[in-house]
């Protein structure tokens, strides 16, 4: 079964600066995608950002990008010019490329709480 | 933009009370889902349906039963409601496509209390 850690259960960072989480996973497979997903207070969860792990390039959405490294699997989120608004918690996610079975849904870290300070 | 609608914001229930919980979603999604988020544990899948009348079992179905008998309508049940119930359970759906990179849509959740 595959996992998904994120070792930073909480990350503070100043207004404007550039914050980086991290996420590492385990699988065995070699087509796979990858997910950050943010819940902000409102509880609906947000797609940010997803990767496919077939694809070298690493995904960007704007002030959000990714350093997808396949061979150490880590798959980590780097949010430039934080805004107060990017304060939630953050879950990195994968999905198998060819779900089947009971592995159909994603599998989601433990989250990280991102604290933005005025 | 898809909406995926769950009936109940907060609930609260005693022990051993059958409890549903209902998920609506309007964009003919194949698959719906649901999760239950704990503090440490982030979110757990319980139970998927990928069609009418279909389910699959997720990582902690124990406990918990759950019926799909409109595309539009995916239902949790808890037969008999216990402490270790409580939790926030969030609902979504996705269009269908297994071999995509899909995104999941996602409900705002119910925060459930069993006393």
């Known amino acids: 079964a595959q996992t998904v850690t994120q070792s930073q259960p909480e990350m503070s960072v100043q207004e404007a600066e550039t914050v980086t989480l991290s996420c590492t996973y385990d699988?065995?497979?070699?087509?796979?995608?990858l997910f950050w997903y943010k819940q902000p207070p409102s509880r609906q969860m947000i797609l940010v950002i997803r990767?496919?792990?077939?694809?070298?390039q690493n995904a960007t959405e704007n002030r959000f990008s990714v350093n997808f490294q396949k061979a150490a699997k880590s798959f980590s989120l780097k949010i430039s010019d934080s805004q107060l608004g990017d304060a939630a918690m953050y879950f990195c996610a994968y999905r198998s490329r060819y779900s089947g079975g009971g592995a159909d849904g994603l599998t989601f870290g433990k989250g990280t709480h991102l604290i933005i300070q005025p | 933009d898809v909406k995926v609608t769950q009936s109940s914001r907060y609930l609260v229930k005693r022990t051993g009370e059958k409890v549903f919980l209902e998920c609506v979603q309007d964009?003919?999604?194949?698959?719906m889902f649901w999760y239950r988020q704990d503090p440490g544990l982030g979110l757990r899948l319980i139970y998927f349906s990928y069609d009418v009348k279909m389910k699959e079992k997720g990582d902690i179905p124990e406990g918990y039963s759950v019926s799909r008998e409109k595309k539009e309508r995916f239902s949790l049940i808890l037969e008999s409601a216990s402490t270790n119930q409580t939790s926030m359970y969030l609902c979504?759906?996705?269009?269908?496509?297994?071999?995509?990179?899909?995104?999941?849509?996602f409900g705002s959740g119910t925060q459930l209390s069993v006393l």
């Open positions: 990767q496919e792990a077939y694809k070298q």
């Open positions: 964009m003919d999604h194949e698959n």
């Open positions: 699988t065995s497979e070699s087509d796979y995608y």
């Open positions: 979504a759906s996705s269009l269908g496509d297994r071999t995509t990179n899909e995104k999941l849509f």
